[in-house]
């Protein structure tokens, strides 16, 4: 029997407590290229947030309690384990050394001992075994301006540290050609972040038997241009090619570079405006893998995820022609794709109704690929039918340019809204600003919309996904484009001609940057939302250019148009600071913050928090205690999403 009752007081069985109950999620996969093993990197909240080692076969944990997979270069992590014949080599959070691990066995330190350096995106030479190249992030002087950011290779033998490329600012995705002769790696310079100029290097390897060590020398330059063209990912067919992306075209294409010839080329005849990588907030991820090797390129077959329309999409390409398929997939979400064997991957994958899972991929024996599920940390205990499905809508700015949102209907499958009555709604912002929404399932949106909610999401101006002038569409205009965008959204989706929205119960949240977007919103536009939440949200732009972390400490002299040092830019900073215009917000503003942010520290809350108070506003300020740039604890987790929601209860009086 279905029950009749006003939106957003349903009663939904996705209660904070299921959640977290089913929060481990999968945050990494690995593959042991020599034995072709399996093992994934599982987030659990329910141990305070650390992240577990896990083969794949049995789901049998690799280490006990004390031990966190987990690295904190550029702050964001990723990239944090490699296997290689049998031993799993992984970065520990709590002391930043990296550690050998056989299955059976306990961890043994192969870096010494040093707090100061942090250590990823792990590549093992492949014939000489003991050697492993690394990022290495080295914070011996911490001031954001002076830690130095290299490649490294660890000797496994004398459990030693040697440099091996620097100059730079900042390197990733370093990895071997098959006979261990060349290394291909991602460079970029400050202000760029990668995916504004990120450059593909490669340059011979030479190894010294005495000193069992390697050299790079002579390496040059690929792909990608300072501010111009980024270059990413890249990945080897055989010992004189690889793939990468680059988005010389406006979206990023898969090319190739071969060694003998000197030559990069694309391989579609034609560029696709869709992603073929997307931005590198982490460390390690990976979009494609060779499918079939070949005996040289002319036979030769890669497998991608894209990005289109806010989901994934698989694609076998073969290289001698150009030739691309689209693959049947039932996965939105596809993340961190590795090679098991020819014709087999494997991915975490998320559907629009189900969790993020392990997802091996078998295109070799099948007219159409066959996915198998190695292991669901997310599996749901709840029906489908409990499951708001996204609907991808493309509105317009004044401009007449495009604009993209994800909606989600409220859905439960026990209740309908009386006849007439527009539901309450959430517009969610991401962070980033450089990032995207998403399709695969969300829990927290399923937490509002199973309780009569709508959940907009906002792709903004400025968004990833959706190719490079897109993203540019940010550039210079942060706290314009974004915070403009997100009340076009609103209004639209609320006027007659979708009438999906009640315009006088929307709120606005958002997280990190969106978190700015949330508190910029309300000051420039102060009657567009009834309410707002800011998680871990910037308040004071100039402060943030001051004290922010290495990997984003220039970042905003692109968004903002210049650095904060030259005075005329310094006036754009304060102006578009809502520590500074706090007295315009009107609409009661829920901020939540943990107290060990590196990236966006307590005080842009504690001052926006006084601002708003000094000019008689309406907020309410939690504080996490021993969380960071985000809630990675259960309790944190269960108690920031309840407190969100009985705070749009008691502002809209749904319970009264």
Known sequence: MVTTASYGTWKSPITADSIIENSASIDDVIVDPV???????ESRPNEGGRNVLIKTEGNTDLFGEGWNCRTGVEEYGGGAATAHNGVIYFSNFKDGRVYALKEGGQPEAITPENSAQRFADFAIHPTQNHIIVAVLEDHTQPEPANVVTSLCFINTHTKTVHPLV?????????????????????????????WEGGEIHVGPVTYNASSQSISVTNSHHVAGKHSEASAAYPFWINNDTFVFTVDVSGFQNPWTYTLSTKKSAPILPQPRDEEFSLPGWQLGASYGVVAHPGDDTTHSTVLFSAFKDGRSRLYLLTLHSGAIEELACPYVAIANVRRVADGHVVFVGGKVDEGATLVQCSVKDYAAPHFTVLSGATKSSFSPAFFSKPQSITLHTDEKEPLYVLYYPPTNPEYEAPEGERPPAIVSVHGGPTSHERQGLKMTVQYFTSRGWAWIGVDYGGSSGHGRKYIERLKGNWGVVDTRDCVLAAQQLASASHALIDPKRTAIRGGSSGGYTVLETLCLYPDAFAAGTSLYGI????????FTHKFESQYMAKLLGGFVTDEKVRKVYVERSPVNNAGRIRSPLLIEQGSLDAVVPPAQAEDIVKSIKANGGSVEYVVFEGEGHGWRKAENIKAALEKEREFYERIFKLNA
């Not at 308040?539 to 001051?546: G, I, M, N, Q, R």
């Open 35 to 41: 034995t072709s093993a399996i093992y994934h990197i």
């Open 166 to 194: 620097s100059g730079v600012d900042f390197y990733a995705a370093p990895a071997f050609s098959p006979d261990g002769n060349h290394l291909v790696w991602q460079q970029w310079k400050h202000p760029d972040m990668p």
């Open 539 to 546: 308040s004071d732009l100039v402060k943030l250019a001051e």
